[in-house]
């Protein structure tokens, strides 16, 4: 009954958060937000045929803490580069992440978490899936980078996807 009703939980919560987030705080938001919270992924339940399974929800909260702090560093960051730097000082690189993460949807996750984070953008993903073309807009060591991003993100992204 309860998987009728609302298909996607963590999606009905997240919706009916952002809702009264983005509303303020009162019963009206509460209540408009929850028959959101139910009625959109009832409507798109069938362009998801495969539910993503969450193997670990709290790690979610650590990641999320996580890329937000790196978007709030990332921001001051690209202030300075944009700031007191000159264009050919800049040591900008594509570089190649190769993916561990087979999810859809952890891949996606990783893809949009990087484009987020100022300064980096996701560029394509390889026809395999198996690895995520990024520009870095500055970065001496693009190894370090790329072990950086597998480190911070995408060991989590396994954790709450895959695991």
């Known amino acids: 009954m309860f998987g009728k009703l609302v298909p996607h939980p963590l999606l009905t919560v997240l919706i009916v958060i952002v809702w009264i987030l983005l509303n303020g705080v009162s019963w009206g938001a509460a209540v408009l937000g929850l028959i959101l919270g139910i009625v959109v992924p009832r409507a798109t339940s069938a362009f998801w045929p495969d539910r993503p399974v969450v193997k670990s929800p ?8 996580i890329v937000l702090w790196d978007i709030f560093v990332a921001n001051f960051q690209v202030a300075y ?3 007191f730097r000159r264009g050919d000082d800049l040591h900008s690189h594509f570089v190649t992440i190769p993916l561990d993460l087979k999810s859809p949807e952890a891949i996606s996750a990783l893809a949009g978490t990087i484009t987020m984070t100022p300064g980096t953008v996701s560029a394509t993903l390889s026809a395999d899936g198996r690895a995520l073309l990024v520009h870095c807009l500055e970065t001496d060591d693009p190894e370090k980078t790329v072990a950086e991003i597998k480190a ?7 954790r709450i996807f895959e695991r």
């Open 58 to 65: 709290l790690t979610i909260l650590t990641y999320a803490l």
């Open 81 to 83: 580069l944009i700031l």
């Open 152 to 158: 911070r993100y995408e060991t989590r992204l396994e």
